[in-house]
């Protein structure tokens, strides 16, 4: 079955970056969408980030375009997220997900795959 692992969250100070990882296992990777989502307390878990199984598209929200990437090396299954200029909203829990389908199903329903989350946390 899918699993994902994600890693690199930690405590920022504002305007500054974090990098985060997704290890996929158990699935073809490098035939699947892959995304990354954020949850703060309270919150719905949104949409950040998209990339195609072969990297040629990638999808942002408004809320981070222009200051996230999302990358993949479908060699070593795993999928990044690159968070530059990072602020206190950004504040949450962040998960990566993993869909056979295309990229625009995932964003506006995700499949069932998800991670077990990486925490990021900007101070002020």
């Known amino acids: 079955q899918v699993q994902l692992v994600e890693s690199g969250g930690g405590l920022v100070r504002a305007g500054g970056s974090l990098r985060l990882s997704c290890a996929g296992s158990g699935f073809i990777f490098r035939t699947y969408a892959m995304g990354w989502f954020r949850q703060a307390p309270g919150n719905e878990r949104e949409f950040l980030a998209g990339?195609?199984?072969?990297?040629?598209?990638?999808y942002y929200a408004d809320s981070v375009k222009g200051r996230f990437t999302i990358s993949r090396d479908n060699a070593k299954n795993t999928v990044y997220l690159q968070m530059n200029s990072l602020k206190p909203e950004d504040t949450a829990v962040y998960y990566c997900?993993?869909?056979?389908?295309?990229?625009?199903?995932?964003?506006?329903?995700?499949?069932?795959?998800w991670g077990q989350g990486t925490q990021v946390t900007v101070s002020s």
């Open positions: 997900n993993a869909d056979p389908r295309p990229v625009a199903l995932m964003i506006r329903l995700p499949s069932n795959s």
């Open positions: 990339i195609s199984w072969s990297g040629d598209g990638t």
